[in-house]
């Protein structure tokens, strides 16, 4: 689910949407751990993978090859130059060229009038910030889970879809653990009290952005977090459960 916000122009004196991330990037541990959850390599293959595509990759750029990468798309080297042009071709030289760019064209295909990009979704739905508006600073400052965003839908009247990230919205509901550094635990729980721990990608005082689990069954769930973190934002001895009142109901 990209997010947007809304950006007034000066020029035409009119508001256009503007594409924003939220949270902190994803981390190289991250991305590997994925990797390996849906491959048959460890999450320190795919690191050492990823590490050497970029110095093979960045070797035969240097010779003057693009890079095909099958499912992503093409890199290759553009420069920048500096100063003014000269007057003929045989003037110009390696001394002009200011800076060096990789370039990216994602891979594309054409289905009939539609052409598809690569790492664009086929269901991608843009969301407005203001939707999610915890993580903007607009909301009220409830205790409590007060909103449930569904990011493959765009849904937020509490269903979701497996396998998707969802956003959570409130306040005192930061999950940490006891050190206050890690994340703390987070649940969902079914109709037979049966928990099933939730991977929790963001969290602070307000919000919350979780991954759905792919292999739980449809029906109605409710979601807890354990946190060493209190109303009052400090890190305390034992841990406080948040319970929310948003019946889950996955898809």
Known sequence: ?????????????????????????????????QIAMMTTVSTPDAKAAIEAMGMVMGGFMNSGRSVQVDGLGTF??????????????????????????????????????TVKRALISEDLVWTNIKDISKLDGTASGSLGFTSILCGATGQTNGHLKRGAIAFANGGGIECKDATGEAFGK????????????????????????????????????????????????????????VECSIPIVLE
């Open 76 to 113: 290759y080297y553009t420069c920048t130059s500096k100063g003014q042009g000269v007057k003929t071709a045989d003037e110009v030289n390696a001394k002009q060229i200011a800076g060096t760019r990789v370039r990216f064209v994602p891979e594309s295909s054409r289905k009939g009038n």
């Open 1 to 33: 689910m990209p997010i947007f916000k809304a950006v007034y122009k000066k020029m035409s004196e009119l508001w256009y949407p503007q594409a924003v991330t939220i949270g902190s990037p994803v981390t190289m541990d991250e991305l590997c751990k």
């Open 186 to 241: 987070g649940y969902l729980r079914n109709t037979l009290d049966v928990d099933e721990e939730l991977e929790i990608r963001t969290s602070t005082n307000d919000s919350l952005i979780f991954v759905v689990p792919n292999d739980l069954t449809e029906g109605n769930y409710t979601l807890r977090i354990e946190t060493y973190i209190g109303e009052n934002g400090k890190l305390q001895a034992e841990p406080r459960t």
